[in-house]
């Protein structure tokens, strides 16, 4: 039994008449005949009796018709649904983004989706790249944003951009910074004995800064740990302590002019990548594909305003 033949069946309950239904349908008498015979066969009952007078319905017919006429309102039901589903994207999409790019990112997002895409539900987490790395395998988040260069079993990274860390420290103990500097740039040896605050191990970025800091044989001076990119920056602006950061987190905290002096790392730079994490064995919904595009030219309108200094989108 397949859809064709209760279509066929339909028509000719119909018409009251295996010439008129093949009319209908846009094909030949023997066809309609034919399919109409096979599934006679199938179910073993008789569901027409031709007469002079038409092709009527026996009682297993009239029977059979309710359920015929179920199916295909079904089958047109899930076909009208998943059309409108493509025209459509309709759903809830929970996206993890990193404590230093949330700031940035969070709410332009949620504007940009339901701006052009009212239907969607859009959940925003904020956490350490392992936290959000374990979230998307575990089904929790559908992606998110991560910094991580190594490969992480269970889970596919794409890469996004590169960005160059900067020294920050507040204007009023900017002076010796400002001495070392070249044209705003600041060797690494230079943070040599320098008073840090930096972000705890367990933190992707403190890892990139201990991993540079041990291949170029250099101690750094961290007195303080805190894993909050304001709270980084308040403290920042409170002691002569100095921390190391992406420009992007800088975006929507509240600072005056010259409040905070950046500097950027060079002699080695300190690089960070930037990817999208996916669950290797759960594939993205078109609902959530689209969210993610979304993001995708948001990060790269971003890295185009100018001031996201030395900030690559990975084409």
């Known amino acids: 039994m397949n859809l064709r033949q209760l279509s066929y069946f339909v028509a000719v309950a119909d018409h009251r008449s295996i010439i008129r239904a093949a009319e209908a349908l846009h094909i030949s008498q023997p066809s309609v005949s034919t399919q109409i015979k096979l599934l006679e066969q199938e179910l073993e009952v008789q569901l027409f009796e031709r007469r002079s ?16 006429r179920s199916a295909l309102d079904t089958l047109a039901t899930a076909k009208a649904m998943l059309r409108a589903r493509q025209a459509t994207e309709v759903g ?10 949330s700031t ?8 940009q989706v339901r701006r052009q895409c009212p239907h969607i539900t859009l959940k925003v987490v904020t956490g350490l790249s392992g936290h959000l790395s374990k979230w998307v395998m575990d089904g929790t988040l559908d992606f998110g944003l991560v910094y991580l260069d190594a490969p992480v079993l269970g889970l596919d990274l794409a890469l996004l951009m590169k960005e160059h860390l900067f020294l920050a420290v507040s204007e009023a103990h900017s002076a010796d910074i400002r001495r070392q500097a070249e044209h705003g740039d600041l060797a690494f040896a230079a943070l040599h004995h320098m008073p840090l605050v930096l972000p705890s191990r367990e933190h992707g970025l403190r890892a990139l800064v201990d991993k540079v800091a041990a291949d170029v ?14 709270l980084l920056v308040q403290w920042v602006l409170r002691t002569s302590d100095a921390t190391i950061l992406s420009l ?31 669950a290797s064995d759960r594939p993205l919904s078109r609902t959530a594909r689209r969210v993610e595009m979304i993001l995708r030219d948001l990060l790269k309108t971003k890295s185009c305003e100018g001031w996201w200094k030395f900030a690559e989108i990975n084409e």
Request: charged letters at 25%; a negative charge.
């Open 92 to 101: 809830a999409v929970t996206v993890g983004i990193p404590g230093s790019l």
């Open 53 to 68: 007078d038409g092709t009527i319905l026996t009682p297993e017919g009239r029977e059979f018709l309710g359920y015929a």
């Open 217 to 230: 044989g250099l101690k750094l001076a961290v007195r303080t740990e805190l894993d909050a990119s304001e």
């Open 248 to 278: 992007a987190a800088l975006q929507g905290i509240r600072l005056r002019e010259g409040e905070l002096h950046t500097a950027h790392i060079v002699d080695p730079v300190i690089e960070r990548r930037i990817s999208l994490a996916y």
């Open 104 to 111: 940035m990112l969070s709410l332009p997002l949620i504007e």
